[in-house]
């Protein structure tokens, strides 16, 4: 997979910004936001309930998100819609030991819209 990018349904879109500063809006704390607004008019958050670590993580609905600290809660915000990521997903991130750089990827996961499930991958860095 390509560092710093999403597909989407099969279009790959390149990441515009990846900020790590909002606050997280569904009770984690670490909130990932992944701005593909210059080409995709989308923004992919991802929260974890702790600093990510070295791991895979489990997608899961917002009722289980503060059930275990391996539970990751994901959401895209399109220009007129806002979808939630299936849960059961694997979220795999790795943290470099010398420079702390964080990397998240996914390759299999899915979210509904429209009563059609569509798939999700991507790989990003945070500096």
Same mark, same amino acid.
């Given at each position: 997979?390509?560092?710093?990018? %999403? ?34 008019? $989308? ?7 702790? =600093? ?5 993580? =489990?997608?899961? $609905? @917002? ?7 391996? #539970? ?7 220009? /007129?819609?806002?979808? %939630? %990521? ?5 979220? @795999?991130? =790795?943290?470099?030991?010398? /420079? $702390? ?14 009563? =059609? #499930?569509?798939?999700? $991958?991507?790989?990003?860095? %945070?500096?």
């Amino acid at each position: 997979m390509v560092n710093n990018k %999403i597909v989407d349904n099969g279009t790959s879109y390149g990441v515009s910004s990846i900020d790590t500063s909002g606050t997280p809006l569904y009770g984690g704390v670490f909130k990932v936001s992944i701005d593909c607004f210059l080409t995709a008019y $989308k923004m992919y958050n991802i929260e974890f309930m702790q =600093t990510p670590r070295n791991g895979i993580y =489990t997608t899961c $609905k @917002y009722d289980n998100f503060a059930n275990d600290k391996k #539970n990751v809660f994901m959401s895209i915000k399109s220009s /007129s819609s806002n979808f %939630i %990521i299936n849960p059961n997903g694997k979220v @795999y991130v =790795t943290v470099d030991s010398v /420079s $702390k750089k964080i990397s998240i990827s996914f390759c299999d996961l899915t979210y509904e819209a429209f009563s =059609t #499930n569509f798939p999700l $991958k991507g790989k990003v860095t %945070i500096d």
